[in-house]
């Protein structure tokens, strides 16, 4: 239901003109907007494409919001469920909240306030329905998503898992690759033992040895008692080493021994002590160039390289971006005192245009320095430090007017379900001005015309 990074709402009105207007308020603000005027057809809608939230009146015909609702937790558990009620119809809100129920709207409902419910929906929710899947997964718990490249990642990352082979994580710099670790940690069998890491980048060559294996008494000057090392720490469980192209030929070759022999020695020592740890690695280096050039050793590479997970970079996630932005700004929004609760249609459009080369890292970081500063509920493109040039170009007047016109003809076809005629009859045009626009390919795709409606069979 959803594309390109869109949260898919499904909103349910038997009223048409307010059905129509917030459908066309909800797509200015960046999310896929599916209508339908009844409960029965919303639970089809749901059954086809599950979306990411219900926005519903509560007073409708056959099927009430509330009875909606109810529907929707007995066969859809865990998707958030908005209502939109009249004044006189507020208690019966509250007690549909008390129920289950996400939050109720007054009608006429103030459009941030509107804005804020479903931005705070998506954010306690997951945001995507790919994550609604993965609900009950602890293991991925912390890998937000909706990309299909992730899911299929992942998919291998579980199948992983269950074994014991070594494994290489390769991705960019910021683009997750502990994260990954750690939820393969999380689904192997080895789970309830230790988890740790260590960058090997950030330690320097003459630390790392005696980091890793650990150090006996009086081994060099300082060392006054004995110090276990990483492995050692990671008996039973994972072992994480990030950035493992950084590391010298020497502990190169112990690390080898590590993952042959199953054994290592302290620094300092003499007795081999052995090992029961699977290994991870991640690097955002080409190790087989490094290989190529005799910067890396052959046989360590393969041993490591047992299992190779490439993660992409953000900028290859794209139905990712929007979800991630908006699930990192709940996750700091409480740092703002609750004043920050979403994104500006301008700074969606500008998150999804930024190259990201710092990945999920760099996305992370600028929206935590923009809630902390924000003074205002929704962040722009310049709270974000983005650029003018990630903005949407600016269309000339004439352009502008086209695109908004054949934009708005879609909607309202949409809307009518391809029902030609209704719709020239609501926009108050000649019914050959519709079926000239669909004659140009400028419509929505249909899946036929109403055999009910015999004014479509007559246009020429």
């Known amino acids: 239901m959803s594309n390109q990074g869109k949260a898919a709402l499904l909103l349910v009105d038997d009223d048409p003109d307010l059905l129509r207007l917030l459908a066309i308020r909800l797509k200015a603000n960046g999310y896929a907007v599916t209508a339908v005027d009844s409960g029965r057809r919303a639970l089809a809608a749901i059954g086809a494409s599950r979306p990411d939230l219900v926005l519903t009146d509560l007073r409708m015909e056959a ?64 945001g995507s329905s790919a994550m609604q899947a993965g609900v009950g997964q602890v293991w991925r718990e912390d890998i937000v998503t909706r990309s299909s490249l992730m899911e299929d990642l992942l998919a291998k990352a579980q199948r992983v898992a269950a074994g014991d082979a070594s494994v290489l994580i390769q991705g960019e710099s910021g683009s997750g690759k502990e994260l990954l670790a750690r939820a393969i940690h999380r689904a192997s069998p080895r789970a309830n033992e230790p988890f740790i890491a260590i960058n090997c980048g950030a330690i320097p060559e003459t630390l790392l040895e005696s980091e890793l294996f650990g150090y006996e008494k009086g081994a060099f000057t300082g060392a006054t008692k004995r110090k276990p090392g990483r492995v050692e720490l990671a008996e039973g469980g994972t072992l994480f080493l990030d950035e493992i192209g950084d590391i010298s030929a020497r502990t190169q070759v112990a690390l080898l021994r590590v993952l042959q ?59 990712d971006i929007v979800v991630l ?26 998150i999804k245009r930024h190259r990201w080369p710092g990945n999920i890292r760099e996305l992370e970081n600028r929206i935590k320095k923009a809630v902390v500063l924000a003074d205002k509920a929704l962040l722009g493109p310049e709270d974000l430090d983005l650029s003018p040039d990630d ?31 209704k719709t020239a009859r609501d926009l108050g045009v000649d019914p050959r001005t519709i079926f000239r626009h669909l004659e140009k390919g400028e419509g929505p795709e249909l899946e036929g015309e109403d055999p009910g409606d015999p004014g479509d069979r007559t246009l020429p």
């Not at 695109?403 to 909607?411: A, G, L, M």
């Open 63 to 126: 099927m009430d919001g509330m009875a909606l609702f109810h529907e929707i937790q007995a066969s859809f558990p865990g998707l958030p469920v908005i209502i939109l009620t009249a004044h006189g119809s507020i208690p019966d809100a509250v007690a549909a909240v008390k129920k289950g129920v996400f939050g109720y709207l007054t009608k006429p409902y103030d459009p941030e306030e509107l804005l804020g419910q479903i931005e705070r929906a998506l954010t306690l929710h997951g």
């Open 261 to 319: 022999e199953k054994t290592f020695e302290r620094v300092g020592g003499t007795q081999p002590i052995r090992a029961n740890v699977r290994v991870i690695c991640a690097t955002h280096r080409d190790l087989k160039a490094m290989v190529d050039r005799g910067e890396f050793r052959e046989d360590l590479y393969y041993r490591l390289n047992v299992v190779h997970l490439h993660l992409p970079p953000l900028r290859d996630r794209g139905d």
């Open 325 to 350: 932005a908006r699930y990192m700004v709940g996750r700091y929004a409480p740092e703002s005192g609750g004043r920050v609760r979403g994104l500006t249609p301008n700074a969606i459009a500008a």
């Open 391 to 421: 903005l949407p170009p600016i269309l000339p007047l004439a352009e502008a007017k086209e695109k908004f016109q054949r934009d708005y003809i879609n909607e309202i076809l949409t809307l009518n379900s391809g029902n030609r005629t």
